[in-house]
């Protein structure tokens, strides 16, 4: 079992940046992929961004890509999502979620059903 605690969410203003943290403990010896969900009220959750357990390969959605990166310290268990120039439609609850799978393909990565575990979310809220 992994555990996994997403931080860092907030409000901010557009234009503005924040840089939200995935905590991960329990089986965290094993090898984990990780990735970023995200979900607006009333629509559905979709990826973010991805990261493989070495660094790359990293996978965005088209709409981060350019503002976005995602980022990992294995010796801290922890992974990162930094968010620059942010936009009023990236407000949402952020979820980080890890597969001990190995993620062979793209189409894996960004699917939500690849991924075992979840973390409870953090909400990023970005103003005009």
């Not at 930094?82 to 009023?88: Q, R």
């Amino acid at each position: 079992q992994v555990q996994l605690a997403e931080s860092g969410g907030g409000l901010v203003q557009a234009g503005g940046s924040l840089r939200l943290s995935c905590a991960a403990s329990g089986r965290t010896s094993s090898r984990y992929a990780v990735g970023w969900f995200r979900q607006a009220p009333g629509k559905e959750r979709e990826f973010v961004a991805s990261i493989s357990w070495s660094g790359p390969p990293t996978h965005y959605a088209d709409s981060v890509k350019g503002r976005f990166t995602i980022s990992r310290d294995n010796a801290k268990n922890t992974a990162y999502l930094e968010m620059n120039s942010l936009k009023l439609e990236d407000t949402a609850v952020y979820y980080c979620a890890a597969s001990t799978t190995a993620l062979r393909t793209e189409a894996q990565a960004r699917w939500s059903k690849s991924y075992a575990y979840w973390g409870q979310g953090t909400q990023v809220t970005v103003s005009s």
